[in-house]
């Protein structure tokens, strides 16, 4: 019977943990970096699409005309393994226009952010000088006697 009711109460803990874990996932699922996070992946992806379409249909054909045949068909051969380089400077082309890419968007929304942002104030700077109380002349802010008047000063 004492078994039974640990069993009980061990099963009901973990219910509760797993409702725990499933609403602390929902909350963070839901949070708008992680929806953001997502649309950046699935345009991401779509742009990839479009950066390879460039390469392969418009660079790598104007590439090969110096060799006569597509980039992407060179390859070597060394001792039966075959390394397609052609295929490599194809993918590092592809890599090099999306890092570009990126990095101009990035640099744009870092403009725009700087000029939507308003400018901050300066904190006005300390003062240097003071008012004598006796002759009311403006003296250093650290001097131990007023320079006019010879008071000695607070």
Known sequence: MIIYWLYVVYSYRK??????????????ATRGNVMDMAVGVVIGGAF???VDSLVNDLINPLLGLFGNQDLTS???????????????????????????????II???????????????EAPAAPTTKIC???KSEIA????RCPHCTSEQP
């Open 107 to 121: 640099k744009g929304m870092n403009r725009l952010h700087t000029l939507r942002a308003p400018k901050a104030e």
């Open 141 to 144: 802010i650290d001097a131990a």
């Open 48 to 50: 990839k699409g479009i």
């Open 74 to 104: 060179y390859e070597a051969v060394v001792g039966g393994a075959v390394f397609r380089y052609g295929a490599f400077i194809t993918s590092a082309i592809n890599f090099i226009i999306m890092a570009f890419v990126i990095f101009m």
């Open 133 to 135: 109380p006796y002759c």
């Open 15 to 28: 219910e509760k943990k797993i409702k725990k874990f499933l609403q602390e996932f929902k909350d963070f």
